[in-house]
């Protein structure tokens, strides 16, 4: 007899949602998180304060409101690490809350401390004073999620040469901070703190940033980033880091010597395995600190899961989350559709960008024919209204079926608004179904009719000519 019937360890997105749709089923579930870390980094120290600075960052540089009252305009002239971090601070604790409500409200035992494999069934909670407790469960889900990655070579001291952890604990905003990866973590720094009105260089190894999204609305985003004081150093790689009085001196292999406030490392994520003695349930990890599961999300040995950024890409929060439910409802023996193919990319940069489906060079590789529909916010009359006249959406359509193939957006609320082609793409509708549908007016939600139309239009213009019309 075990003391559960699912023991989930980590409380992030993936944690919870195992967890509760596990309680949901009838099962007796527990969760094993630190004291000071429930919901995971996800809460603490990732998503949601990023974003959650992100819009501080947006509202108290009045920076979405320029272009209506002046480049001048500014609704904080002097803007604190104070002012940055209490709403932070304040969005972080409601979160908590409401996670923990959660959990107590589906009768999911929280179980405070650090949790470790003793053996296959058996997990050892060792909480702050070193006590340690042992559980058993008779299926597990590991869900630890990552940390930054630290480079060995580099000397991190939490304030002159930081990861994105120690980021949201800086004692002042910086005049000049270098960003060393131009990943999709570095790049939403980098334009936060370019919003607040730090010079920074952004110095990445490859000839592009964010190589998986839409090659012309990176460019966009680039444009607004250089706009916004961005130097950016493609192609190139940190030799060293050496810390100065006040500052840093960031070294370049092509000899190139950049000084900062602060030197922010980006280098990807590392799975936070370390720690669990994955040895004693018969597992490993590689050298990322991920693990290998399959399309169930079980491990190796079959009543051990695992969800979320731990199993490696696409590690999003939204993705996790799905992960978490499915594995539940598999290791409870509930027949389950598996995850959707179709799953939206958000990048909280400034502006924002978000996708779903496939992207022009994908389809240009795979010689798949496409037409493309193009919508400019400046063009609509709630793009006037806001002052955002450089959002953009993009439609990328098939000439055959006329089915869409993927959905690009750049700018003001393109996380929201990517959901609607994400929905006709899923229940398989066409271009025709924006063409015909009416959104409300004045929306950004009517950019898809002007795509649709741009679209639709060229395809018309192919069909004239070829007499196939």
Same mark, same amino acid.
């Given at each position: 007899?075990?003391?559960?019937?699912?023991?989930?360890?980590?409380?992030?997105?993936?944690?919870?949602?195992?967890?509760?749709?596990?309680?949901?089923?009838?099962?007796?579930?527990?969760?094993?998180?630190?004291?000071?870390?429930?919901?995971?980094?996800?809460?603490?120290?990732?998503?949601?304060?990023?974003?959650?600075?992100?819009?501080?960052?947006?509202?108290?540089?009045?920076?979405?409101?320029?272009?209506?009252?002046?480049?001048?305009?500014?609704?904080?002239?002097?803007?604190?690490?104070?002012?940055?971090?209490?709403?932070?601070?304040?969005?972080?604790?409601?979160?908590?809350?409401?996670?923990?409500?959660?959990?107590?409200?589906?009768?999911?035992?929280?179980?405070?401390?650090?949790?470790?494999?003793?053996?296959?069934?058996?997990?050892?909670?060792?909480?702050?004073?070193?006590?340690?407790?042992?559980?058993?469960?008779?299926?597990?889900?590991?869900?630890?999620?990552?940390?930054?990655?630290?480079?060995?070579?580099?000397?991190?001291?939490?304030?002159?040469?930081?990861?994105?952890?120690?980021?949201?604990?800086?004692? #002042?905003? *910086?005049?000049?901070? &270098?960003?060393?990866? !131009? /990943?999709?973590? @570095?790049?939403?720094?980098?334009?936060?703190?370019? %919003?607040?009105?730090?010079?920074?260089?952004?110095?990445?190894?490859?000839?592009?940033?964010?190589?998986?999204?839409?090659?012309?609305?990176?460019?966009?985003?680039?444009?607004?980033?250089?706009?916004?004081?961005?130097?950016?150093?493609?192609?190139?790689?940190?030799?060293?880091?050496?810390?100065?009085?006040?500052?840093?001196?960031?070294?370049?292999?092509?000899?190139? #010597?950049? *000084?900062?406030?602060? &030197?922010?490392?980006? !280098? /990807?994520?590392? @799975?936070?395995?370390?720690?669990?003695?994955?040895? %004693?349930?018969?597992?490993?990890?590689?050298?990322?600190?991920?693990?290998?599961?399959?399309?169930?999300?079980?491990?190796?040995?079959?009543?051990?899961?695992?969800?979320?950024?731990?199993?490696?890409?696409?590690?999003?929060?939204?993705?996790?989350?799905?992960?978490?439910?499915?594995?539940?409802?598999?290791?409870?023996?509930?027949?389950?559709?598996?995850?959707?193919?179709?799953? *939206?990319?958000?990048?909280?940069?400034?502006?924002?960008?978000?996708?779903?489906?496939?992207?022009?060079?994908?389809?240009?590789?795979?010689?798949?024919?496409?037409?493309?529909?193009?919508?400019?916010?400046?063009?609509?009359?709630?793009?006037?209204?806001?002052?955002?006249?450089?959002?953009?959406?993009?439609?990328?359509?098939?000439?055959?079926?006329?089915?869409?193939?993927?959905?690009?957006?750049?700018?003001?609320?393109?996380?929201?608004?990517?959901?609607?082609?994400?929905?006709?793409?899923?229940?398989?509708?066409?271009?025709?179904?924006?063409?015909?549908?009416?959104?409300?007016?004045?929306?950004?939600?009517?950019?898809?009719?002007?795509?649709?139309?741009?679209?639709?239009?060229?395809?018309?213009?192919?069909?004239?000519?070829?007499?196939?019309?």
């Amino acid at each position: 007899m075990y003391d559960f019937d699912l023991l989930v360890v980590g409380s992030g997105p993936g944690g919870q949602k195992a967890a509760i749709a596990a309680a949901k089923l009838g099962r007796r579930a527990a969760v094993v998180e630190k004291r000071d870390m429930l919901g995971g980094v996800c809460i603490n120290t990732g998503t949601i304060p990023s974003k959650t600075l992100r819009e501080a960052v947006l509202y108290l540089t009045g920076l979405n409101q320029r272009e209506l009252y002046g480049q001048s305009y500014r609704v904080k002239e002097e803007i604190t690490v104070g002012d940055l971090g209490m709403r932070t601070q304040h969005v972080i604790g409601r979160e908590i809350q409401v996670i923990r409500s959660q959990l107590t409200r589906n009768r999911v035992t929280l179980l405070r401390g650090t949790g470790r494999f003793l053996d296959g069934h058996t997990i050892g909670v060792v909480d702050v004073e070193g006590e340690e407790r042992k559980v058993t469960a008779e299926k597990i889900v590991i869900a630890t999620g990552t940390s930054p990655a630290r480079p060995d070579s580099v000397e991190f001291d939490e304030r002159t040469v930081i990861d994105s952890d120690a980021i949201l604990h800086l004692d #002042r905003v *910086p005049d000049t901070m &270098v960003v060393v990866g !131009a /990943g999709v973590i @570095g790049i939403e720094y980098a334009s936060m703190f370019a %919003a607040l009105g730090t010079k920074v260089t952004v110095v990445e190894r490859r000839e592009r940033m964010l190589e998986f999204c839409d090659l012309e609305i990176v460019e966009a985003l680039k444009y607004h980033l250089r706009d916004l004081a961005v130097t950016f150093r493609f192609g190139e790689s940190v030799a060293a880091v050496e810390r100065r009085g006040g500052g840093a001196l960031t070294i370049l292999e092509s000899g190139k #010597r950049i *000084p900062a406030d602060c &030197v922010m490392y980006s !280098a /990807g994520r590392q @799975g936070k395995t370390a720690e669990l003695c994955l040895e %004693a349930a018969g597992l490993a990890a590689d050298t990322r600190g991920r693990i290998t599961v399959d399309d169930h999300y079980r491990t190796e040995v079959p009543h051990i899961y695992a969800v979320g950024d731990v199993i490696g890409f696409p590690a999003l929060a939204a993705t996790s989350m799905e992960q978490g439910r499915l594995a539940a409802q598999h290791a409870c023996g509930e027949p389950v559709a598996d995850l959707h193919e179709l799953q *939206p990319i958000g990048i909280y940069t400034v502006p924002e960008i978000s996708f779903v489906g496939r992207t022009e060079d994908e389809l240009t590789r795979e010689r798949v024919p496409f037409e493309v529909g193009v919508s400019r916010y400046r063009e609509l009359a709630r793009g006037q209204i806001i002052g955002d006249s450089y959002g953009m959406l993009k439609l990328l359509v098939s000439p055959e079926d006329r089915r869409l193939l993927g959905v690009h957006v750049f700018g003001t609320g393109a996380t929201e608004l990517v959901h609607i082609g994400q929905t006709v793409m899923g229940c398989g509708g066409t271009v025709d179904y924006l063409v015909n549908a009416v959104f409300n007016y004045p929306t950004l939600a009517e950019s898809y009719k002007v795509a649709a139309l741009d679209a639709m239009n060229k395809m018309r213009a192919i069909a004239r000519l070829t007499g196939e019309g």
